[in-house]
Every structure is written in C-alpha cells, then in structure tokens.
C-alpha cells in the first residue's frame, strides 16, 4: 500500500509536484485543499488538471478516517472514534469555551482539540486507559491533522487550540508529530499559532532536546505524576530507565534555550503519589526551574485499581506549592461523563 498524501511534510510535497513537472504554487494550492478545505478526494481539487489528479491518486492516496462514533458531555466537550483506512481507531477529543457558560447551538469562541498521536501506548502508565491496551502503530502526520479536520467540520468553526494529550507518547512518534504541528501551524492550513499547540509528553528525553531545537514556539508538557523516583518508577514503568535528573536537567536546558516556561502535569493519586513526602520532592523538582504545576485530579480508569486523592488534599498541595511561589493550578478535565477526559480514551468502542 503506498503512503497517503497526508504523510508527507510541506517540503514532501512540493518534491512529489516538483517531480510529476508542477510549479511551485500547486504545494500551497494542495494544502489548501487538503487542509484549508478538507476535501475528501482528489475529483474535488477542481483547479487540478484532470492528468495530475490521476497521478497523485497513483502516487500518494488521499484516505480520510470515518467517524464511527460521537458522544457529547453534559458540558458540550465532543468525543470522536474516528478509523482510519487500515481499519485502526482513535478516540479524539474536542473542548468548546463558550465565554460564559455551554451555549447549544452557539459558536464556541475558543474551541481546543486532544489529538492522539499513535494508536495505544507503549508506556503503560498504571492510571491510564490508553496505557493498558498496548501499542498498535504510529499515526502519520496527515492523521494527526485529519482529527482537527473531523472537529473543525462538527462545530462548524475555527480550532483555536491544539493539546497533543490524547492516545500514544508523542515523542515515540516525533517526526509525523511533528509534521503535524507545522501543518496546524501552517499559515496555508489551519494557521493556529504556535503557542496554542502544545504537545505533552511523559518524559521521553530525547524528544525534549528535540523540540528545543525547533524553531517554532510550540508549548511543552511533561506528565510528571512523582518527584520520587520509586514512586515514577511504579506508576510509569517503561520509563524507569530514564531518571527524574535527567528529566530535570533536561528542562533546565530546555527552558534556558527557549525562555519558554514548561508545564508539569501532576495526577493526584490516593495513595500512591500524594503523600506529604512527594509533595516536598515535588517542591524541590521545580525550585529553580521555570515551570507551571497543573494539579490533576485522577479520573476514573475502570480496571486500574487507582482512585484521586481527596480534595482537600489537592486544595492542600495547591496552598503549599503557591506558599513556595511555584505557579500551581488545579485542572479539571471535561468530558468525563463520556469518557473523554485526560487518561480515559481506548480505541474500541
Ligand atoms: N502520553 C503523553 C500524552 C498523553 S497526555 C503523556 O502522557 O504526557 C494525557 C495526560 O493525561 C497526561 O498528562 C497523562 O499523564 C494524564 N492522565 C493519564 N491518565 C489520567 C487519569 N486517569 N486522570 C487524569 N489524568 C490522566
Ligand atoms: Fe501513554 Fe501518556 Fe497514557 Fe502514559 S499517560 S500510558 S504515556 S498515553
């Protein structure tokens, strides 16, 4: 089967024109209707001579994944299960702000999309639905993209936001990943600002030292769950072999080339990762780093055996960290009563 169209990169494609004898202008006329309109086949690129359809239909396939599922929460948060052309699904999740309260029926003013960035996970995280089904395959750049697409054309409206916070570890997939951002970035696409995507890791180190190499201003998230690490070690175990130093030195490095603050994400977990010893190694982790603490309270994964810390716990640890002057936040995620928030999405029905 030959790659689709959707896995090539900007550059990938003005080579496949270049050498089917293109001008320069078909790339961006392409991704214009690849991604600024989001057609579904090639009959549809009307400006296209019928002789360059037919060979770009030989070349590089253009697939676009079937939504085979959408529910909608109680508080307007849209959950997708979209299959693509191999028959492999991901869950997508798209988050609508209304300045105000839900509005039904009315445009968002601000609209986020989860996207998955492989289908399941290898890294097997203890509190984590993606994690306990396995790693399936890498999504291509064009499939990342192609979730924003789906969401965009549900609501109707412009995305504003991009979180690469739903299935997979996005920096075991980095380049298609990636691709994807600078698609969504591209002032020919999507055009969403740099900023506005950010793509969360659990702290594959190499990826770090990539994306601060990157020129765009992308935002970084580290799923962090334990300053400790014997507790990191349990509760995220395919990354015991990469240790909390040198996540940290990492970060130091990465927030001193960039200037870019990073987020770290922290699931309160009763028991597990919220004891007042935790908290301390959580203080020191972040001394001395330019860094913003989003407190996450555990959302149920069926099976796992896990539950969240108590608030008053969490309202605990957000007195103590803003005491020591580290920005702290307490999130908490939508979509839960459809199994669309942070930890909970499969690729089943
Ligand atoms: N694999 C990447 C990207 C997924 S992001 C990563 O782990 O960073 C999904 C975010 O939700 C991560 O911060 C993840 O740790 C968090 N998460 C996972 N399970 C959760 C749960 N049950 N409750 C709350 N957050 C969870
Ligand atoms: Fe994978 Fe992230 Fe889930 Fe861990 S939290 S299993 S890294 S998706």
Redesign the pocket.
């Known amino acids: 089967m030959k790659d689709s169209i959707k896995s090539l990169s900007p550059e990938g494609l003005e080579k496949l024109l270049t050498s089917l004898g293109q001008p320069r202008f078909r790339a961006g006329q392409l991704m214009e209707w690849l991604y600024g309109k989001g057609v579904r086949s090639y009959a549809e690129m009307t400006n296209f001579p019928k002789t360059l359809r037919d060979s770009l239909s030989e070349q590089a396939p253009l697939f676009s994944p079937a939504v085979l599922e959408k529910k909608v929460s109680d508080d307007g948060t849209r959950k997708y299960l979209l299959q693509f052309h191999d028959d492999t699904a991901v869950e997508t999740v798209a988050i609508p702000s209304y300045g105000g309260g839900t509005v039904e029926g009315a445009i968002p003013d601000k609209i986020t999309v989860c996207v998955s960035s492989q289908v399941g996970?290898a890294?097997?995280?203890a509190f984590?639905a993606?994690?306990q089904e396995g790693f399936t395959r890498n999504l291509l750049a064009g499939e990342i993209v192609d979730q924003v697409l789906v969401a965009r054309e549900d609501f109707g409206a412009r995305v504003s936001n991009v979180v690469v916070m739903g299935?997979?570890?996005p920096f075991l997939n980095y380049d298609h990943v990636l691709s994807a951002l600078r698609l969504m970035n591209h002032p020919k696409t999507l055009a969403i600002g740099a900023r506005h995507i950010t793509v969360s890791t659990?702290g594959v180190l190499a990826g770090i030292r990539r994306l601060a190499q990157e020129p765009e201003q992308f935002t970084l998230a580290v799923?962090l769950h334990a300053a400790r690490q014997d507790v990191r070690d349990r509760l995220?175990p395919k990354l015991a072999n990469s240790t909390l130093r040198d996540l940290r030195g990492d970060l130091i490095d990465y927030t001193e080339r960039t200037h870019r603050r990073v987020t770290l994400e922290y699931c309160l977990i009763s028991g597990e990762n919220d004891a007042e010893a935790d908290l301390l190694a959580l203080m020191g982790f972040c001394k001395g780093l330019l860094c913003h603490v989003n407190l996450l309270p555990m959302n149920a994964v069926p099976g796992s055996g896990l539950a969240p810390s108590p608030g008053k716990r969490t309202k605990h640890w957000l007195a103590r960290l803003e005491q020591a002057h580290i920005p702290a936040t307490i999130r908490h995620s939508r979509g839960a009563d459809i199994l669309g928030a942070c930890?909970q999405l499969k690729n089943s029905r």
């Open positions: 996970c890294i097997g995280c984590c993606t994690g299935q997979g570890e659990s799923s995220m930890g």
